[in-house]
């Protein structure tokens, strides 16, 4: 539960990380984005550019292997890396990234599927916690992760 409640508390600091006190501005509320910033502008030069591979421990991806690819462009490209969808790849349009702490990054990206992953990485100690989610489910989940590239 303490786990829960700090990720949750990060997430909402990575917001007003990213766009400031909504309760103090004319700056949109959390998880708005202005019409005219591109999520790929919000893009994190420690992530743009790597491969970073995770595999949860649990949830229905657990012990999957999952590589995702932060392209120069904003956009993520995915692969599994092992079980019984290995070599399932897609490539989403875009993934913002924010820097939280100096080794903590929050991640999201809305998948075609109509799936979203968000997970925040903290770079120190390799963990991570994440939630996915679609329009009839969400998940909990955390894990490690390397990054490969």
Do not use: Q
């Not at 999957?64 to 070599?87: A, K």
């Amino acid at each position: 539960m303490h786990r829960v409640l700090l990720l949750i508390a990060t997430l909402i600091v990575a917001g007003f990380i990213a766009y400031g006190d909504p309760f103090r501005s004319a700056k949109p509320a959390l998880g708005i984005l202005p019409k005219e910033t591109k999520m790929s502008e919000r893009n994190i030069d420690a992530i743009r550019g790597r491969t970073i591979r995770w595999t949860f421990t649990d949830g229905p991806m657990a012990g999957i292997p999952i590589e995702h690819t932060f392209n120069e462009d904003g956009s993520v490209v995915w692969r599994i890396v092992g079980g019984t969808m290995n070599g399932s790849s897609r490539r989403e349009k875009e993934y913002a990234a924010v820097k939280v702490s100096e080794d903590v990054y929050a991640i999201s990206y809305l998948a075609a599927s109509g799936h979203t992953l968000s997970v925040v990485l903290n770079f120190k100690d390799k963990s991570m916690y994440g939630f996915g989610s679609n329009d009839k489910s969400w998940t909990a989940m955390k894990g490690a992760f390397e990054v490969v590239k």
